[in-house]
């Protein structure tokens, strides 16, 4: 498949190779096509696929998931499914440090 132009700002793209990084881990070399005005890189569906396939290989699929903010006593907090716990090597007691990034986004850092 060949794309000449930026979904986002119709820039011109051209064909390169990319580190390909999920979660601050890079998963290799990709063949993308990166746009010359804003950066955007674009992958096709044939590369796409296999992106997904380092992905499952490095157990870092499918790792982003819904949460539900539950309440304990006076506090709220947010449950964490098992497989972004254990990703993250997230423990009952460990200290994390909470901020948000914007009104719609929090950042939890594991110390
Ligand atoms: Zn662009």
Partial sequence: MEISKCDECNGKVVKKEVDFKLYGDVLGKFPAFVCNKCGEEI????????????????????????????????????????????????????????HPENKNRIIIDVQ
């Fill in 43 to 98: 992958f096709d569906e044939e590369t796409s696929d296999k992106i997904d396939e380092a992905a499952k290989k490095k157990g870092l699929w499918g790792l982003g998931a819904n949460g539900k903010v539950i309440r304990v006593g006076s506090s709220i907090a947010l449950v964490i499914n098992k497989k972004i716990a254990q990703f993250l090597n997230l423990k009952e007691g460990r200290e994390v440090y909470i």
